[in-house]
């Protein structure tokens, strides 16, 4: 058999290569020297007649039939790991690092908290933790700089798997001081002409073009396009957005459960009523399905996915 002729180390260094896209990664994360992975790459090559990584701009690059090997090879590590941990009747110990993508506020209310106890039971894990939207995850997933984010519903990459864990429910709101501090004639138009009366607020959204603020109305009334807003503010955080709408500056639209930690923080708002149901934005955990998950991520993966599951 082929198999008698492979050094089992020779399977391991390609998997930590081809999962990291990195001689050097593969290097620190087997505690061996770059140029010792590089020879063994070699040596399995040769051995099985095959070029298995492209070199281009000094960093290695899987062809197809190292995809094809890895996909097995991955999946039979990890078998034979967890079979010689049932021998042993132990549990495997976490260790090592763990990069996560996440978005500041969903992030710094669930994530976070979760992060802790879990840092609490498992000592020997470390983490790496980048805030963003999900356009600034997707390229940092594909390079392995992340080996897993939190995104909300907007597109990825194909290569990118997205399983959903909850539904975050929006609101449009302001604060009270700015309802009160409107003009007679835009009191007017909110019973006349609601058309007339939205077009005349001052809006803050994440983007130039309001997606948000086209969202929940196009929800609400079930028309595309019904108002066209006028941009006060645009801000890339939900945080700045909040403060914004707290101070007056103009309507916004909100997560629910960071309206409810405002509110709870004594801050007034004034949350515009829409139609019966609620906008969800779908939060999902985003990783690369075709690169091997560490036992160590696919545990917090798993654990986060139970957690935002019961908080619907």
Same mark, same amino acid.
């Given at each position: 058999?082929?198999?008698?002729?492979?050094? +089992?180390?020779?399977?391991?260094?390609?998997?930590?290569?081809?999962r990291n896209?990195?001689?050097?990664?593969?290097?620190? *994360?087997?505690?061996?020297?770059?140029? $010792?992975?590089? /020879?063994h790459?070699?040596?399995?090559?040769?051995? +099985?007649d095959?070029?298995?990584?492209d070199?281009?701009? /000094?960093?290695?690059?899987?062809t197809? !039939?190292? +995809?094809?090997? &890895?996909? /097995?090879?991955?999946v039979g590590l990890?078998?034979? *790991?967890?079979?010689?941990?049932? +021998?042993k009747?132990? *549990?495997?110990? =976490?260790?090592?690092n763990?990069?996560?993508?996440?978005?500041?506020?969903? $992030?710094?209310?669930?994530i976070?908290?979760?992060?802790?106890?879990?840092?609490?039971? @498992?000592t020997?894990?470390?983490y790496?933790?980048? &805030?963003g939207?999900?356009?600034?995850?997707?390229? !940092?997933?594909?390079? $392995?700089?992340?080996?897993? !984010?939190?995104?909300?519903?907007?597109?990825m990459?194909?290569?990118?798997?997205?399983?959903?864990?909850?539904d975050?429910?929006?609101c449009?709101?302001?604060? %009270?001081?700015y309802?009160?501090n409107?003009?007679?004639?835009?009191?007017? &138009?909110k019973? *006349?002409?609601?058309?007339t009366?939205f077009?005349?607020?001052?809006?803050?959204?994440y983007?130039?073009?309001?997606?948000?603020?086209l !969202?929940?109305?196009?929800? @609400?009334?079930?028309?595309?396009?019904?108002?066209?807003?006028?941009?006060?503010?645009?801000?890339?955080?939900?945080?700045g957005?909040?403060?914004?709408?707290?101070?007056?500056?103009?309507v916004?639209?909100?997560?629910?459960? @960071?309206? %409810? %930690? =405002?509110?709870?923080?004594?801050?007034e708002?004034?949350?515009?009523? $829409?139609?019966?149901?609620?906008?969800l934005?779908a939060?999902?955990?985003a990783y690369?399905?075709?690169r091997?998950?560490?036992?160590?991520?696919?545990? =917090?993966m798993?654990?986060i996915?139970?957690?935002?599951?019961?908080?619907?």
């Amino acid at each position: 058999m082929l198999i008698d002729k492979i050094n +089992l180390n020779h399977l391991r260094i390609f998997e930590s290569v081809c999962r990291n896209r990195s001689m050097t990664k593969a290097a620190e *994360e087997l505690h061996m020297t770059q140029s $010792g992975v590089s /020879q063994h790459i070699k040596v399995l090559e040769d051995m +099985l007649d095959v070029t298995l990584f492209d070199r281009i701009k /000094q960093r290695p690059v899987p062809t197809q !039939a190292a +995809l094809t090997l &890895y996909r /097995q090879c991955s999946v039979g590590l990890n078998h034979i *790991e967890q079979a010689l941990m049932n +021998l042993k009747g132990t *549990e495997s110990v =976490l260790s090592g690092n763990i990069a996560i993508g996440l978005p500041i506020e969903f $992030g710094n209310n669930f994530i976070i908290p979760l992060l802790v106890d879990f840092a609490k039971r @498992h000592t020997l894990v470390s983490y790496s933790i980048r &805030y963003g939207l999900a356009s600034e995850m997707d390229q !940092a997933l594909l390079t $392995g700089d992340l080996d897993f !984010a939190i995104v909300d519903d907007l597109p990825m990459d194909k290569a990118i798997k997205i399983s959903k864990i909850y539904d975050e429910a929006l609101c449009l709101c302001c604060s %009270k001081e700015y309802m009160e501090n409107l003009s007679q004639s835009q009191k007017s &138009y909110k019973t *006349e002409d609601e058309k007339t009366f939205f077009e005349s607020l001052a809006y803050i959204d994440y983007a130039s073009h309001a997606p948000l603020i086209l !969202a929940w109305f196009n929800f @609400h009334y079930n028309k595309q396009n019904w108002i066209r807003p006028s941009l006060k503010s645009i801000m890339m955080d939900v945080q700045g957005i909040a403060k914004m709408i707290i101070c007056g500056m103009g309507v916004g639209v909100l997560p629910y459960h @960071h309206v %409810k %930690k =405002l509110e709870v923080e004594g801050h007034e708002l004034h949350i515009f009523p $829409g139609s019966s149901k609620k906008l969800l934005n779908a939060i999902s955990i985003a990783y690369v399905e075709e690169r091997s998950i560490p036992t160590r991520v696919r545990v =917090l993966m798993d654990q986060i996915a139970i957690y935002c599951q019961n908080l619907s």
